[in-house]
């Protein structure tokens, strides 16, 4: 039982640069959320999904997308075109109920 | 906008020492869940709370929900190095329009302990 899984743990992108975070959950949990985390800022939503192909956005969405095609396939991130001010660390999280939240490990990703 | 605020933002004690942080808002949640983040790693769920007055026990950890549902603590008794990391409050289903699969998180307290 993996849990949630996050994939790549690191990266580097070069500004205006595209990429795609990857997340998948074992735990057939219908809840997934993106979210980053920056110093002195806490956690904060960019995204999350309440079902199979529903996405929905949270607090801090713009520069980012989502798609959720199945609910046991890939969560997935998209940055279109990375700016610096993207530099953070994601997590991406799923729940089943009651708000109780279980995370991945992160991915570092740095905008130069 | 629902806010939870804790307190203190940092922390560093002495191993064997007792501490406590808080967790506090304007809000009424009908859920708060406690969170630890160790560097580099997602945070784990320590434990949820959902009856105002509710206390909880965890080994050395003691939660306790506010009888209004507004607040949080979290005790530790005897603190140890391996309790070093980032504390996060997070609520659920506030009745200023939060849902209970949304969460609103607290900024942290980071505890340190020295051995």
């Known amino acids: 039982n993996a849990g949630v899984t996050q994939t790549p743990k690191f990266r580097v992108l070069k500004t205006g640069q595209s990429m795609t975070l990857l997340c998948a959950q074992d735990?057939?949990?219908?809840?997934m959320y993106w979210y980053r985390q920056d110093p002195g800022m806490g956690l904060r939503l960019i995204h999350y999904s309440v079902g199979e192909g529903t996405t929905a956005k949270g607090e801090v969405p713009d520069g980012y997308n989502v798609s959720r095609k199945k609910k046991k396939q890939n969560f997935l991130l998209g940055l279109e075109s990375a700016a610096p001010s993207q530099t953070s660390v994601y997590f991406c999280?799923?729940?089943?109920?009651?708000?109780?939240?279980?995370f991945g490990p992160g991915t570092r990703l740095t905008v130069t | 906008t629902q806010l939870l605020e804790q307190s203190p933002q940092f922390l560093s004690i002495q191993e064997g020492e007792n501490l406590t942080v808080y967790c506090n808002s304007s809000?009424?949640?009908?859920?708060l869940q406690w969170y630890r983040q160790e560097p580099g790693e997602g945070p784990v769920l320590l434990v949820t709370v959902v009856t105002g007055g509710e206390v909880k026990k965890l080994k050395r950890l003691t939660f306790q929900f506010g009888d209004a549902r507004k607040d949080s603590s979290l005790h530790i008794t005897a603190a140890q190095p391996g309790d070093t990391g980032l504390y996060l409050c997070?609520?659920?289903?506030?009745?200023?329009?939060?849902?209970?699969?949304?969460?609103?998180f607290g900024k942290g307290t980071l505890l340190t302990v020295n051995p």
């Open positions: 997070a609520g659920a289903g506030s009745r200023s329009g939060g849902s209970n699969y949304k969460l609103t």
């Open positions: 735990m057939n949990h219908e809840y």
């Open positions: 809000s009424v949640f009908s859920s």
């Open positions: 999280a799923s729940s089943y109920l009651r708000g109780e939240q279980y």
